[in-house]
């Protein structure tokens, strides 16, 4: 069955990559979450997707340059000012805490491809070992010399190559930088390349997959997971496939 991913939570419905968020695809029914991280100045992981705070938040300026004691003071409302609960700037460990009261998967994206954040790869996999989480998230980047890095120290956990242009047999790339699975962006995706991935045991999760006849789609050719704004409208989706 394919799983339904929350896209930097459930984004479609309250401000993203926040509590609000994540507690929003919980109650959606979403298998999994996608979430964003940033290293702040004082080296805490922060969950944001922009280095910069501008878009999201009532902050200015780069993460980098911000302590963790005054990024924890911003709002991060972004397109929902009415929104009154969880919605500053999450630390990964506080989204770790909320995940011992459920059975939510968590993918972290590394946002190190304009910073490279020295050590973030071992802060994220030290949080992980340290929750014993290690089956119940993905690490993915658009930085492969990351996650290569991330398979180095960790080989127990699983990293998904992120892309947007078109790889020739991803899965096959995925094997040699030993990931174990892909995430591309839905518009280079075609349904064989869903069918090797799967058959090569590489996990298949396209993102940001939005359009109700692109999520009937992935989920009819048997996609491992999608990653949606809306996983209230891919559960539904999924839902009336399941009882034909
Ligand atoms: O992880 C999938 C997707 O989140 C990657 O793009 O820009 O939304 O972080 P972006
Ligand atoms: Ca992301």
């Known amino acids: ?45 922060a969950v ?35 929104a009154a609960h969880d919605t500053g700037i999450p630390l990964l460990e506080d989204v770790f805490e909320w995940m011992r009261e459920n059975e939510i998967i968590c ?3 590394l946002k190190n491809n304009e910073f490279p954040y020295a050590g973030m790869e071992e802060k994220v996999i030290r949080l992980i070992h340290q929750y014993n989480y290690e089956s119940r998230v993905v690490i993915s980047s658009f930085n492969h010399y990351s996650l290569t890095y991330v398979y180095r120290l960790a080989p127990d956990l699983e990293t998904a ?14 094997e040699a ?20 991935a799967v058959e090569h045991g590489i996990h ?17 050719e048997g996609c491992s997971a999608l990653i ?6 891919a559960i539904s989706i999924r839902d009336s496939i399941l009882d034909v």
């Open 228 to 233: 949606t704004d809306d996983p209230k409208l």
């Open 107 to 109: 993918n972290i994206e």
């Open 1 to 45: 069955m394919t799983a339904i991913f929350a896209h930097r939570g459930f984004s479609a419905a309250a401000p993203e990559n926040t509590m609000a968020a994540f507690r929003a695809a919980e109650e959606a029914g979403a298998d999994g979450i996608e979430l964003d991280v940033q290293l702040t100045k004082d080296g805490r992981l």
């Open 161 to 174: 190559a992120l892309y947007s242009s078109h790889i020739y047999m991803p899965w096959k790339y995925a």
């Open 177 to 196: 930088i030993r990931a174990g699975a892909i995430h591309p962006h839905i518009r280079t995706v075609k349904s064989e390349m869903i069918h090797a």
């Open 48 to 82: 944001i997707h922009d280095e910069k705070l501008n878009r999201t938040t009532n902050g200015r300026g780069y993460v980098k340059d911000w302590e963790w004691k005054d990024l924890s003071k911003l709002e991060a409302k972004y397109k929902f000012p009415e």
């Open 204 to 220: 298949i999760r396209p993102y940001t997959v939005n359009k109700e006849k692109h999520i009937q789609w992935l989920i009819k």
